[in-house]
């Protein structure tokens, strides 16, 4: 089948357009690693003062009031939502949290080598009748780079 000089150009454009949207979506790929990277970010600073007033709460046996659940009189980290910490000591075996809220260890930002604070999350990442899974992972952020890099992720079946 020979195509008509008209049709042909229109082929060669569809060509062009192909390359123009897989440009597009290379640069979309690079945005949302970045949205999704700030939003971590993001994530992690809130839940610091989240976890702080349910620590703060907890001291004070005020209460933390989980619509789900009614009143709670300890903070039980991880259970319900992820609790965020500076880091006190990383061991072999372990991460700890500083309950202190404010940092305690730092580590150099891979990226800018600005020192940063270390972070962690606890969470129990997995519940059910047959076992758990609860985790911790320290890391930090760089709000100059706006960069978040992880330092150590650890599992255990049980809280630690
Ligand atoms: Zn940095």
Request: proline share 3%; net charge positive; aromatic share 10%.
């Amino acid at each position: 089948m020979k195509l008509s000089k008209e049709l042909s150009t229109m082929v060669s454009q569809a060509d062009k357009l192909k390359e123009e949207k897989e440009s597009l979506e290379a640069k979309l790929k690079v945005m949302n690693e970045k949205v999704s990277m700030l939003e971590k970010i993001e994530e992690s600073i809130k839940g610091l003062i989240k976890t702080a007033k349910e620590e703060e709460d907890a001291r004070r046996k005020v209460g933390a009031y989980d619509p789900k659940k009614g009143y709670r009189t300890y903070y039980d980290a991880g259970k319900y939502d992820t609790a965020y910490y500076f880091v006190a000591e990383i061991r072999e075996d372990n991460i700890i949290a500083s309950k202190k809220f404010k940092p305690a260890l730092y580590e150099k930002c891979p990226k800018c080598n600005k020192k940063v604070p270390l972070l962690m999350w606890y969470s129990q990442t997995y519940d059910s009748p047959e076992g758990d899974t609860w985790e911790k992972e320290a890391f930090t952020i760089c709000l100059d780079c706006k960069t978040r890099h992880k330092i150590k992720r650890i599992a255990r079946d049980n809280r630690f």
